[in-house]
């Protein structure tokens, strides 16, 4: 709390919990409600300090509590209804209680000891919404945690409040336990009809040479990328299925964190040219095995088996394949076993996101193309390695362009080859919206791309950033969410998903992904990048700066650089951020550097001619960045630069 007599604005999450007939209890029986109000508030203060949160004051029987995400303040609240439900279990019915909750997320004022303000307001008017062992959540707090939690959300309408013009959707959290609420239906997908999902989790590699560990990565790749061009399965992405690699994690854990229910797990055995891969299906709730088989078979036999393992587990989901016939489930993009090895390995090096790592991938993925000419995989994969290297640095300008030339011939030779391929659509469309500027044909990409694979989340991360680059709010943020949900566990899309929440302003959305991403990964540049812009947006300015030389520090690249330089020139620390500057030419020297980066640095600086200069190179080189120039002027308060007669003619000839 701040000191006495002083303000502090902030965004927040609150809650408020009532008991559930308290009053007429009391007026029966004072002995035993004050006997349960005193159970009930020991039990609530040893829940808030698990979820980071606070708690303000009791008012009556019930608490006022905050918390710095919506998220954590509605996990919080399903731990209180779970452990309150199991606590009525073990005791007779005249020592039972149940309390109702509300929770909002939005702005609030801390005064002296107090918290006030419309976020409060609202939680305390969405409470008694709720049911009797039930959550009440307003639209806010929906955004944000929408197939982010094990329990089903269901909408409950609008309401109008005292002192709101409009109407406040509302939704109710459903607790199992509750005195009303139908059941838990993330328990039992068969009989509630939600939505089947399964996780791969890595397979192990059981082979005694370590250098195979790319083969038993690849087929963990490959079923995932198998399982999720089945309709009506929702399958979680590489990254968020590789955060449990190397680690003993019990599956129910597992479960909750991808929100799945089923996980198949297995190993891979590789002894000369013969193959042993063991697979098992096991339920993501009780932790049950449904399903196991071992396979032997040799090398060239893979396509079969990872088939085979497709159709066992699309058997045991009780799911039906709709004209799959006996054909192969997933397009392997070739049955050259010598091709598809290097594939593998070029997909496993690229996944090290290092600049060694792109160049080997590139290698593997010439090779390939070597033994394979046709290999639209391949050459999608050759197109992502040199756009991604060169975006984050590891790859200079002058190599890109001559390796693939002005419009990327290797995206374009990927859909020649195989237009029904989510990846070589996506390919294209990288290259069609971030180097060519031909927004409407890279859109189209991305569609086709998310229409042949709803589960790809390359196609969906990118999209995400072109919606909101085209000012396309609303449809940016629910690109977004999609993206979260396919992959929630890894650091990067919960990075981008942030950057998207930047690039339109949603500062309230920016704020609660940094969070989020603080939860998920503390020592990442990335949670402190977003931290710092949603300080900034605060008026936070110094905690801004401290956030953007924390995450330098923490291995931040040339942006993270450059936005600590140009912070540092907004709020009038000129030598510093010369100093920064300085450090910024000098990095350019070893690695690649985008040129707005130094556009924007300048433009702090009030040296307006070496900013439209570098962004004009930055023209010239097809920079993704340049896109969001306008963007980035409105967060840094680059009023001056947007004020020069020269930016509108640089705007359009961005054509966003």
Same mark, same amino acid.
């Given at each position: 709390?701040?000191?006495?007599?002083?303000?502090?604005?902030?965004?927040?999450?609150?809650?408020?919990?009532?008991?559930?007939?308290?009053?007429?209890?009391?007026?029966?029986?004072?002995?035993?409600?004050?006997?349960?109000?005193?159970?009930?508030?020991?039990?609530?203060?040893?829940?808030?300090?698990?979820?980071?949160?606070?708690?303000?004051?009791?008012?009556?029987?019930?608490?006022?509590?905050?918390?710095?995400?919506?998220?954590?303040?509605?996990?919080?609240?399903?731990?209180?209804?779970?452990?309150?439900?199991?606590?009525?279990?073990?005791?007779?019915?005249? @020592?039972?209680?149940?309390?109702?909750?509300?929770?909002?997320?939005?702005?609030?004022?801390?005064?002296?000891?107090?918290?006030?303000?419309?976020?409060?307001?609202?939680?305390?008017?969405?409470?008694?919404?709720?049911?009797?062992?039930?959550?009440?959540?307003?639209?806010?707090?929906?955004?944000?945690?929408?197939?982010?939690?094990?329990?089903?959300?269901?909408?409950?309408?609008?309401?109008?409040?005292?002192?709101?013009?409009?109407?406040?959707?509302?939704?109710?959290?459903?607790?199992?336990?509750?005195?009303?609420?139908?059941?838990?239906?993330?328990?039992?997908?068969?009989?509630?009809?939600?939505?089947?999902?399964?996780?791969?989790?890595?397979?192990?590699?059981?082979?005694?040479?370590?250098?195979?560990?790319?083969?038993?990565?690849?087929?963990?790749?490959?079923?995932?990328?198998?399982?999720?061009?089945?309709?009506?399965?929702?399958?979680?992405?590489?990254?968020?299925?590789?955060?449990?690699?190397?680690?003993?994690?019990?599956?129910?854990?597992?479960?909750?964190?991808?929100?799945?229910?089923?996980? /198949?797990?297995?190993?891979?055995?590789?002894?000369?040219?013969?193959?042993?891969?063991?697979?098992?299906?096991?339920?993501?709730?009780?932790?049950?095995?449904?399903?196991?088989?071992?396979?032997?078979?040799?090398?060239?036999?893979?396509?079969?088996?990872?088939?085979?393992?497709?159709?066992?587990?699309?058997?045991?989901?009780?799911?039906?394949?709709?004209?799959?016939?006996?054909?192969?489930?997933?397009?392997?993009?070739?049955?050259?076993?010598?091709?598809?090895?290097?594939?593998?390995?070029?997909?496993?090096?690229?996944?090290?996101?290092?600049?060694?790592?792109?160049?080997?991938?590139?290698?593997?993925?010439?090779?390939?193309?070597?033994?394979?000419?046709?290999?639209?995989?391949?050459?999608?994969?050759?197109?992502?390695?040199?756009?991604?290297?060169?975006?984050?640095?590891?790859?200079?300008?002058?190599?890109?362009?001559?390796?693939? @030339?002005?419009?990327?011939?290797?995206?374009?030779?990927?859909?020649?080859?195989?237009?029904?391929?989510?990846?070589?659509?996506?390919?294209?469309?990288?290259?069609?919206?971030?180097?060519?500027?031909?927004?409407?044909?890279?859109?189209?990409?991305?569609?086709?791309?998310?229409?042949?694979?709803?589960?790809?989340?390359?196609?969906?991360?990118?999209?995400?950033?072109?919606?909101?680059?085209?000012?396309?709010?609303?449809?940016?943020?629910?690109?977004?969410?999609?993206?979260?949900?396919?992959?929630?566990?890894?650091?990067?899309?919960?990075?981008?998903?942030?950057?998207?929440?930047?690039?339109?302003?949603?500062?309230?959305?920016?704020?609660?992904?940094?969070?989020?991403?603080?939860?998920?990964?503390?020592?990442?540049?990335?949670?402190?990048? /977003?931290?710092?812009?949603?300080?900034?947006?605060?008026?936070?300015?110094?905690?801004?700066?401290?956030?953007?030389?924390?995450?330098?520090?923490?291995?931040? @690249?040339?942006?993270?650089?450059?936005?600590?330089?140009?912070?540092?020139?907004?709020?009038?620390?000129?030598?510093?951020?010369?100093?920064?500057?300085?450090?910024?030419?000098?990095?350019?020297?070893?690695?690649?550097?985008?040129?707005?980066?130094?556009?924007?640095?300048?433009?702090?600086?009030?040296?307006?001619?070496?900013?439209?200069?570098?962004?004009?190179?930055?023209?010239?080189?097809?920079?993704?960045?340049?896109?969001?120039?306008?963007?980035?002027?409105?967060?840094?308060?680059?009023?001056?630069?947007?004020?020069?007669?020269?930016?509108?003619?640089?705007?359009?000839?961005? @054509?966003?």
């Amino acid at each position: 709390m701040p000191p006495d007599g002083t303000e502090h604005r902030k965004l927040a999450a609150i809650m408020f919990t009532d008991m559930v007939g308290y009053s007429a209890l009391a007026e029966r029986n004072e002995e035993l409600a004050l006997e349960l109000l005193e159970e009930h508030r020991r039990l609530l203060r040893s829940i808030f300090p698990k979820h980071r949160g606070s708690e303000i004051k009791t008012i009556g029987d019930g608490f006022l509590a905050e918390f710095s995400s919506a998220l954590a303040a509605v996990q919080c609240g399903i731990e209180i209804q779970e452990m309150i439900a199991k606590r009525n279990s073990l005791n007779p019915s005249q @020592g039972n209680f149940q309390v109702r909750i509300g929770i909002h997320a939005g702005d609030v004022v801390h005064r002296d000891d107090d918290v006030i303000g419309d976020g409060v307001n609202i939680a305390a008017r969405i409470e008694p919404l709720a049911e009797a062992g039930g959550i009440c959540i307003s639209q806010q707090v929906f955004d944000q945690v929408e197939n982010r939690v094990a329990k089903s959300l269901k909408r409950m309408g609008q309401v109008k409040l005292k002192n709101m013009m409009r109407p406040l959707e509302v939704y109710g959290v459903v607790c199992e336990g509750a005195a009303t609420g139908p059941p838990d239906l993330a328990q039992d997908s068969k009989s509630s009809g939600t939505q089947k999902s399964i996780a791969v989790l890595p397979f192990l590699n059981m082979s005694s040479d370590p250098e195979n560990e790319y083969l038993s990565d690849g087929l963990t790749e490959d079923l995932i990328m198998a399982f999720s061009q089945l309709k009506g399965l929702r399958v979680p992405a590489r990254t968020s299925s590789f955060a449990f690699k190397g680690k003993n994690e019990d599956i129910r854990r597992i479960g909750q964190q991808l929100n799945v229910n089923t996980i /198949l797990e297995g190993s891979v055995r590789k002894v000369g040219n013969r193959l042993r891969i063991t697979a098992q299906l096991i339920n993501a709730a009780h932790g049950d095995h449904l399903w196991s088989q071992t396979f032997d078979r040799e090398m060239q036999e893979v396509f079969a088996i990872q088939d085979e393992i497709t159709r066992e587990i699309v058997r045991a989901l009780e799911m039906q394949l709709i004209g799959a016939g006996d054909q192969p489930l997933a397009k392997h993009g070739t049955y050259n076993t010598e091709a598809y090895q290097l594939y593998l390995q070029a997909r496993y090096h690229f996944n090290k996101f290092t600049g060694e790592g792109f160049k080997r991938c590139i290698e593997c993925c010439k090779k390939a193309l070597e033994i394979k000419p046709g290999y639209a995989l391949a050459y999608a994969a050759l197109s992502l390695s040199y756009q991604t290297g060169w975006f984050y640095g590891f790859l200079s300008f002058e190599e890109k362009l001559a390796a693939i @030339g002005p419009h990327d011939l290797f995206a374009e030779k990927a859909v020649e080859l195989d237009p029904n391929l989510a990846e070589t659509q996506t390919a294209l469309a990288i290259v069609r919206c971030w180097n060519l500027r031909d927004w409407s044909g890279g859109e189209d990409c991305f569609k086709r791309a998310i229409e042949l694979n709803p589960n790809y989340v390359t196609a969906h991360e990118h999209y995400a950033l072109f919606l909101g680059c085209s000012k396309r709010t609303d449809e940016a943020i629910t690109q977004a969410r999609l993206t979260l949900q396919i992959d929630p566990l890894s650091p990067m899309i919960n990075l981008l998903m942030g950057f998207v929440y930047w690039i339109i302003h949603r500062y309230d959305l920016l704020l609660e992904q940094a969070q989020r991403l603080f939860e998920l990964e503390s020592n990442f540049f990335g949670t402190y990048w /977003l931290l710092a812009w949603a300080h900034w947006s605060q008026g936070m300015h110094e905690a801004a700066i401290a956030d953007l030389r924390k995450a330098v520090t923490l291995g931040g @690249g040339p942006l993270q650089l450059a936005d600590l330089g140009c912070l540092l020139g907004r709020v009038g620390r000129k030598a510093e951020a010369q100093r920064v500057l300085e450090e910024l030419k000098e990095m350019a020297t070893r690695r690649y550097v985008q040129p707005a980066y130094l556009g924007f640095l300048h433009a702090s600086l009030g040296n307006h001619d070496q900013a439209f200069a570098c962004f004009a190179q930055g023209m010239e080189h097809e920079n993704a960045s340049v896109a969001l120039i306008a963007e980035y002027c409105v967060c840094a308060g680059l009023d001056d630069l947007r004020a020069d007669p020269r930016f509108p003619a640089l705007l359009k000839k961005i @054509g966003i």
